[in-house]
């Protein structure tokens, strides 16, 4: 069974600030939780673009565990895809889309994910929903963080 999750942030940035951002692998290692441990291991820079495979590892509810995405679209400044091709999910497709209207670029994370183990892994669904609500909960905050006391 697939679930969605969508969440949206503004930022006082044009667009092409807000997607610069974004757009830069190694700022997920500073917009997400330090409980999870986040890290690159892909050789960086990494050049975005389709097509671009990006390696993680990461703890999720303790467990060690590698990620793989690969980016699927990618339009600047308007949106791009990442989806995993390895990782803890069955499935994960994550839309990253940009809006600019006076002066604010409305951020949207809209993510498609199905869990492993179907029909047992839904037993353990609202679990993980919470669990992404709370990583996107910090991520909007770090970014805002980051963004207003310009550490990009």
């Known amino acids: 069974m697939e679930h969605e999750l969508t969440t949206s942030i503004s ?3 044009s667009i ?3 997607f610069g951002f974004f757009a830069d692998p190694s700022n997920l290692e500073r917009i997400t939780p330090p409980e999870l441990h986040f ?14 495979l990006i390696d993680y590892r990461l ?15 990618w339009d600047p400044p308007r949106r791009f895809t990442d989806e995993q091709l390895r990782g803890p999910y069955r499935v994960w497709r994550h839309d990253h889309l940009f809006h600019e209207a006076n002066g604010t670029t409305t951020v949207t994370d809209a993510v498609r994910y199905a869990l492993p183990l ?3 892994g839904e037993i353990v669904h609202p679990l993980v929903l919470a669990q992404l609500r709370r ?5 909007h905050e ?8 310009g550490l990009q």
Do not use: E
């Open 11 to 13: 930022l006082g940035l």
């Open 16 to 18: 092409a600030d807000a």
């Open 39 to 52: 890290r690159i291991v892909t050789p960086r820079p990494i050049t975005m673009t389709v097509g671009t």
């Open 59 to 73: 703890r999720l509810f303790g467990v060690p565990f590698g990620w793989r995405t690969r980016i699927s679209a």
């Open 118 to 120: 179907w029909p047992v």
């Open 135 to 139: 990583i996107f909960r910090f991520r």
């Open 142 to 149: 770090a970014v805002a963080r980051f963004l207003t006391h």
